[in-house]
């Protein structure tokens, strides 16, 4: 159960992830673009690790 919270927990984080880089495409925001593309990527990778992959 605490695996599957952490996983749905982690997922929203990557979801609002991607509404920070639609605004940040939005407003020409570079800087705010690739922080929200490396938080993005981290969420994913962290999902990954608890999954279990290497």
Not at 11 to 33: N, P
């Amino acid at each position: 159960m605490r695996l599957k919270s952490e996983v749905v927990g982690l997922l929203g984080f990557t979801l609002s992830g991607f509404f920070f880089i639609a605004s940040a495409i939005q407003s020409g925001d570079s800087l705010a673009l690739a922080g929200s593309g490396l938080w993005v990527v981290s969420c994913l990778v962290w999902i990954g690790a608890l999954m279990g992959g290497d």
